[in-house]
């Protein structure tokens, strides 16, 4: 018999879902409060904005930085409300800036409630280079199951996946 170091505890689950405007980013998101219902764990959204460009001038770095942030609270406050209101679910916000890469890597390892990152895959588009960039890094940096969701499916095909 095997003896855990803390006997009555149970880790908590949760899943990251990394989300933007694009419409195949609201997928993964379904999907993982459709799986969050069914396993009773919670979900949480990552939105990564990207920094201003260097040559960019201060003051007009700030307010696009400004802009964009805001733009990313609306996004997932939008999100939040969509998913409460179709799964009864309130996703954790997490907003964040820098490489997309490498933040969604870091709110991974973070939190250690995350058991899973989703992310969206758009059909005939160039996005996979996000994709492969992080699959290369399971194991050595990202230390959670990564589900790449296709962006076509549809709610049906959804729920068989739970």
């Known amino acids: ?4 170091p803390y006997p009555n505890t149970i880790k908590s689950s949760k899943y990251l879902v990394c989300v933007d405007a694009r419409e195949e ?3 993964p998101l379904r999907l993982a409060c459709m799986k969050a219902n069914a396993r009773g ?3 949480a959204m990552l939105h990564v904005i990207t920094p201003a ?3 960019t001038l201060g003051a007009i770095a700030d307010r696009m930085r400004e802009e964009r942030w805001k733009e990313g609270e ?4 939008t999100l939040a409300d969509e998913a409460f209101a179709t799964y009864g679910i309130r996703p954790d916000i997490v907003q964040r800036e820098g490489s997309v890469g490498d933040e969604i890597i ?3 390892n973070d939190d250690p409630d995350i058991n899973m990152i989703a ?10 280079k996000l994709a492969s960039w992080l699959a290369g890094q399971l ?3 990202l230390y959670v199951p990564l589900l790449m969701v296709p962006g076509n499916l549809t709610d049906q095909q959804l729920q068989s996946l739970i």
Do not use: E, H, P, Y
């Open 74 to 77: 609306t996004l997932l406050q």
């Open 53 to 55: 460009d260097f040559q």
């Open 1 to 4: 018999m095997v003896t855990l």
């Open 106 to 108: 870091a709110a991974a």
């Open 41 to 43: 764990v919670r979900v």
């Open 25 to 27: 980013s609201r997928i």
């Open 119 to 128: 992310i969206g895959i758009a059909q005939d588009s160039g996005r996979g």
């Open 139 to 141: 194991g050595s940096k």
